[in-house]
Structures are given as structure tokens and as C-alpha cells.
């Protein structure tokens, strides 16, 4: 049974609405994102692997590492309103002082630009 909504006029942003959305379809926002984005990317022809946080891996890796044409790029994923955590700024500035390409993607059109 639903509970009755203890401010019914409480006005909700369109972001909580896809949130709730993306919540109650069993999947946190990022997922989505990133589904959406490895399937451009794959549409695209790019190589892409997705990297997961776990035990032994790379503290602040991430999410995706795509190849196409010579082109090495990591991609972070995050939601409109997501921050790096400190260990995934880390992992950029290590990229990026090796020489690598890092992405920081929000959406898929901020992809089409890879």
C-alpha cells in the first residue's frame, strides 16, 4: 500500500522525477549513463571495456577504457551533479602526466565529442 505524500505540494524538480525513474527501474542514474554511452561509443566503432572498482583493481580507475584508431582514452562517467571522488582525480592527474587522454562524461552528447 502506498503511503500518502506527507507534503502534497511539494513541488519536484525534474531531476528527482528521473531519478525516482531511473531508481524504480532497479538502476542508479550512472548506469544508465553509461549504458547509453558504451553503446555510442561501440556504435562508433570504438573498443570498449568496462573497468569496475574491486578488489585488486586500481584505486580511482575509470569506468570505461575505449581504443579506435591509435586513440587510448579513459572515460569517468558521472551524473549531472556528480563529483570525482579524490582517488579518481588522482587517476586523471596520473593519465594525464603519462600522456593519456581522460574524459569526464555526463551524458552521451558530452560523448560525441570523444
Not at 528527482?16 to 550512472?30: D, F, T
Not at 572515460?75 to 570525482?84: D, F, L, P
Amino acid at each position: 500500500m502506498d503511503k500518502p505524500c506527507s507534503n502534497p505540494n511539494r513541488q519536484v524538480t525534474v531531476e528527482q522525477s528521473r531519478k525516482v525513474v531511473a531508481k524504480s527501474r532497479g538502476r542508479q542514474p550512472e548506469s544508465a549513463i553509461l549504458d547509453q554511452v558504451r553503446s555510442y561509443l561501440r556504435l562508433r566503432g570504438w573498443l570498449v571495456i568496462r573497468q569496475q572498482q574491486g578488489l585488486g583493481s586500481h584505486k580511482g580507475i575509470a569506468d570505461l577504457y575505449c581504443l579506435k584508431g591509435g586513440r587510448s582514452v579513459w572515460v569517468e562517467i558521472k551524473t549531472a551533479t556528480g563529483r570525482q571522488s579524490d582517488a579518481q582525480k588522482q587517476f586523471e592527474a596520473d593519465v594525464l602526466t603519462f600522456g593519456g587522454e581522460y574524459w569526464l562524461v555526463r551524458s552521451v552528447d558530452e560523448a560525441m565529442h570523444l
